[in-house]
């Protein structure tokens, strides 16, 4: 059974960071594709970023040059580095997984897994 537990977030200040953290279990995580989605309060989830099983990676416009996602496949852990954090960051960010290539890494369809989320808040 595919499990995804998140941890990391918490409330820091504008220009801030966090790591989250995301570990799986249940399946071979370096065959699988990986990424973040986040959704913040009263809007619809987005993607923010992935990477595949060959380690390439994709990022939303609204996060590039910020935030950095890698995988630890030895430990089964997902992560993303989020510096120069703002209070539009604000949400509650998910883990997924998909056992196979994606298209389109940044839509959510195309993921079959994911964790109950972290939540991040960033003040002004």
């Known amino acids: 059974q595919v499990q995804l537990v998140e941890s990391g977030g918490g409330s820091v200040q504008a220009g801030g960071s966090l790591r989250l953290s995301c570990v799986g279990s249940?399946?071979?995580?370096?065959?699988?594709?990986m990424a973040w989605f986040r959704q913040p309060p009263g809007k619809e989830r987005e993607g923010v970023a992935t990477?595949?099983?060959?380690?390439?990676?994709t990022y939303a416009d609204s996060v590039k040059g910020r935030f950095t996602i890698s995988s630890d496949n030895a430990k089964n852990t997902l992560y993303l580095q989020m510096n120069s954090l703002k209070p539009e960051d604000t949400a509650m960010y998910y883990c997924?997984?998909?056992?196979?290539?994606?298209?389109?890494?940044?839509?959510?369809?195309?993921?079959?897994?994911w964790g109950r989320g972290t939540q991040v808040t960033v003040s002004s």
């Open positions: 249940g399946f071979t995580y370096s065959t699988y594709s």
């Open positions: 990477i595949d099983s060959a380690g390439r990676t």
């Open positions: 997924e997984a998909s056992p196979g290539p994606v298209v389109n890494g940044l839509a959510a369809w195309e993921y079959n897994y």
